[in-house]
């Protein structure tokens, strides 16, 4: 079983910065594909960004450019840096990992706020 904890959300400006965290517990971190998710009030949850095992990443067209996915398999770690921020980003983010041959995420993080506001 895998528990992931999000942390970094908060209120921030349009054209700010804000750095999401996830620290993962109980699991073999390096051989999941790690990925942040976003849900806004009314729509369905998205995937925003992904980084596999290998380091090989992917992002939703609308962050692209704005946002970067790492992982630090030392730490069980994986962040998201997030720059130039819209109110269009505002929505809670969850942390996710994904199984080898799975294809969709088996484990989720309790989610954390971002909220893009003058």
């Known amino acids: 079983q895998v528990q992931l904890v999000e942390s970094g959300g908060g209120l921030v400006q349009p054209g700010g910065s804000l750095r999401l965290s996830c620290a993962a517990s109980?699991?073999?971190?390096?051989?999941?594909?790690m990925g942040w998710y976003r849900q806004a009030p009314g729509k369905q949850r998205e995937s925003v960004a992904t980084v596999t095992s290998s380091g090989f990443t992917n992002y939703a067209d609308s962050v692209k450019g704005r946002f970067t996915i790492s992982r630090e398999n030392a730490k069980n770690t994986v962040r998201l840096q997030m720059n130039n921020l819209k109110p269009e980003d505002t929505a809670v983010y969850y942390c996710s990992a994904r199984s080898p041959g799975q294809r969709t995420p088996a484990y989720w993080g309790q989610g954390t706020k971002v909220t893009v506001s003058l």
């Open positions: 109980g699991g073999i971190f390096s051989i999941y594909t």
